[in-house]
């Protein structure tokens, strides 16, 4: 076989297809009416659960999201936090700060003290620690945060620095 044969049938196109990963819903209810089995567990109601989401999986920030949703920013953090999406304002040893108060080995104000934090973020940091993400309703909203997901920039990419900047 030569290479002739080999390259028959090959296209040469001018630019490319832009692809992306396919997300699949195969549900007929909307958002909102998926979340609706799990409002009592959330910090809002079903409908604001369902914007935050849609704004967050857009690109959004947490604030905004909540803003768009009608409620405070810390309860867009505890919704998605609930929804899966990490949104934890510490690090791992901050975790162990955290579950060190919790369990009464520290007080609070040592724990603010070593963790760093201040008063929203401490709250959020110990709802993340107590309460885990509902299981059900992250099924219930699969692919959604998906699409998120793959088009978030790498964290901390403006401090990298590329491989011309070495030249």
């Known amino acids: 076989m030569g290479l002739s ?4 049938g090959i296209e040469v196109t ?7 990963p396919a997300t699949v819903d195969t549900t007929d209810a909307s958002l909102a009416e998926r979340l ?3 409002a009592s567990e959330f910090p809002c109601s079903a409908e604001a659960a369902a914007t935050i989401l849609e704004r967050y999986s857009e690109g959004k920030s947490v604030g905004e999201a909540g803003r768009a949703a009608g409620v405070a920013p810390v309860t867009a953090a505890k919704t998605l936090h609930l929804l899966g999406e990490s949104v934890s304002p510490v690090s791992p040893l901050g975790a162990e700060i955290i579950q060190d108060w919790i369990a ?7 724990a603010m003290e070593l963790s760093q934090l201040g008063e929203n973020e401490f709250g959020l940091a110990v709802y993340v620690e107590t309460h885990d993400p509902l299981e059900d309703a992250c099924a219930a ?3 959604v945060l998906a699409a998120h997901q793959t088009n978030k920039q790498r964290p901390l990419a403006e401090t990298m620095s590329e491989t011309t900047d070495l030249l």
């Open 5 to 8: 044969e080999i390259a028959a």
């Open 14 to 20: 001018e630019s490319q297809e832009e692809h992306s």
């Open 36 to 38: 609706a089995p799990f």
């Open 104 to 110: 009464g080995q520290l007080s609070r104000t040592e």
């Open 141 to 143: 909203v699969e692919g």
